[in-house]
């Protein structure tokens, strides 16, 4: 117990730095693992069963996507709030967002299997399957679609334990099933001679053990906020700030298979399956590449939410300088690299020389202005993290609905070279969506401290009697 609560004293009195340092490499380490889960099966079905079965999957991405989202719509929006209840000494109702969380992602896994389940073959052809990938896209899907539950609770739970300042557990989380991942995927992909069948398999027994390390650890005795049986009954009270902070991080990763949609449906027109093929290597790629800079932020954010509970705004100040030249620097290395040696990624799932040609010249372009992600990614999380609902909403919808995805239909338009203008469509509404969003937090950021410490009751004022939660 002593252990825990030094953690959590030290959200709200450690040295910044090594604060972000001790959180944010293993929230790293946590996002580059977790990327195995999908880069692991496309790297085994792209080289062992083929590149049409690499395009299935890729047909298949948006919904695994768009199931994750609303894993992040609960997990992503209930941790801040209870990092900030925490901040104020406020640990039942931590405690009360915790297990209102709990219950609505097992209620969203029931809803969520059994949509997939009756309409997914309808919706990958949609997506842009075609009568060749169509069967490997469905076969993944399916098996995929039945562990909904277990991704729910491995995502969405994991981001309390991270929230407390336990990054070394959230890290080991994902690492449980990566490596079990990546154990299970030649056996069942080549051994038992699988195929996608096998991947999609070895991927919801990772994710089980995944989920079942979460639900132990917080429940146990080394958790400072604990599932408790009597905080699980939903209360839409509690529930309704969740779900509106959570739209942001929701809407970043459902739209991106709206994203992956639209964009497979231009290059399909365009430039055939061998396009679509290139942007599923580039999309993952991008996916990859983005793990450091969410690892920052998922560092940063409990620093922030806490101390902004706590009214230590000098603190959140730090904090967020910190990240945001953190995530910049790391942006500016990871595209110089990227620029210079973009055929060691593309060759790790495919070495067919016309396919490697085309990815290799659409990812320089789609990765353009990946150096200014550093911007948009600090500043819209930081926002997150101060419980700024419908900014980061806002913000959210700006990159890629409002921007992104017009770019995708319009630029063709103006382009001879069709392929090449899909493809341009990212840079542009990065450049213009960091920009935008740097503008916001330049003349909201102060705003919103200023606020707080008008509204905010002060944590060193002598708290009322609070009845102790049921002890489960």
């Known amino acids: 117990m002593e252990q825990t609560q030094k953690k959590e004293m030290d959200l709200g009195t450690g040295s910044i730095g090594k604060l972000m340092l001790r959180l ?25 069963v083929g590149d049409t079965a690499l395009t299935g999957l890729g047909v298949a991405f948006p919904i695994i996507m768009l199931i994750s989202a609303f894993a992040s719509l609960i997990g992503m929006g209930g941790a801040p709030l209870a990092s900030i209840k925490m901040g ?3 640990k039942e109702g931590a405690e009360k967002i915790l297990g209102n969380c709990t219950t609505m992602l097992f209620g969203v896994a029931v809803v969520l299997t059994a949509v997939f389940l009756i309409f997914g073959r309808p ?4 997506f842009g399957a075609t009568p060749n990938t169509i069967d490997y896209a469905a076969d993944y899907l399916n098996i995929y679609v039945a562990g909904t539950i277990f991704v729910q609770f491995a995502l969405g739970l994991n981001a309390f334990i991270t929230a407390q300042g336990f990054a070394k557990t959230g890290m080991i989380t994902v690492a449980i099933g990566a490596v079990i991942n990546i154990v299970l995927d030649p056996v069942f992909i080549f051994l038992f001679d699988m195929g996608v069948k096998g991947a999609a398999l070895a991927t919801v027994i990772s994710q089980a053990v995944s989920a079942v390390w979460v639900v132990r650890f917080l429940v146990g005795k080394r958790t400072v906020l604990k599932i408790r049986r009597s905080c699980l009954r939903l209360s839409w009270k509690i529930m309704l700030p969740i779900l509106a902070l959570g739209l942001s991080p929701f809407i970043m990763q459902s739209t991106e298979s709206i994203l992956n949609i639209t964009f497979n449906a231009s290059l399909k027109h365009y430039g055939g399956e061998l396009a679509v093929g290139a942007m ?23 620093i922030i939410s806490y101390n902004f509970g ?47 040609d085309i990815t290799v010249w659409g990812l320089r372009i789609y990765t353009a202005a990946l150096f200014i ?7 819209q999380q930081t926002f997150v993290a101060l419980g700024q609902a419908k900014i980061s909403m806002f913000l959210a919808l700006l990159r890629k609905v409002v921007l992104l995805i017009p770019l995708i ?5 103006f382009f001879s070279d069709k392929v090449f203008a899909v493809f341009l469509a990212e840079p542009v509404a990065d450049v213009l969506a960091a920009g935008t969003t740097a503008t916001v937090f330049i003349l909201q950021f102060k705003k919103i401290l200023a606020r707080a410490q008008a509204e905010l ?16």
């Open 24 to 48: 944010s490499v293993p929230a790293i380490v946590a996002q580059l693992i977790n990327a195995l889960y999908n880069i692991v099966d496309r790297i085994y079905i792209g080289q062992g």
């Open 88 to 90: 104020e000494q406020n």
């Open 123 to 126: 919706m990958l052809m949609l």
């Open 280 to 302: 599923t290597i580039c999309s993952t790629v991008m996916q990859l590449l983005n793990m450091p800079l969410m690892g920052l932020t998922q560092g940063a954010a409990p």
């Open 310 to 356: 706590a009214r230590k705004f000098d603190r959140v100040k730090r904090a967020f300088k910190l990240l945001l030249i953190s995530c910049v620097t790391v942006s500016t290395v990871i595209w110089v690299f990227l620029m210079v040696f973009p055929n060691i990624f593309v060759m790790l799932f495919n070495n067919k020389p016309q396919l490697v």
């Open 373 to 379: 992600m550093g911007v948009q990614i600090g500043c």
């Open 409 to 413: 239909l319009i630029l063709p338009l």
């Open 457 to 472: 009751p002060d944590p060193s004022a002598p708290v009322p009697a609070r009845t102790q939660p049921e002890q489960s």
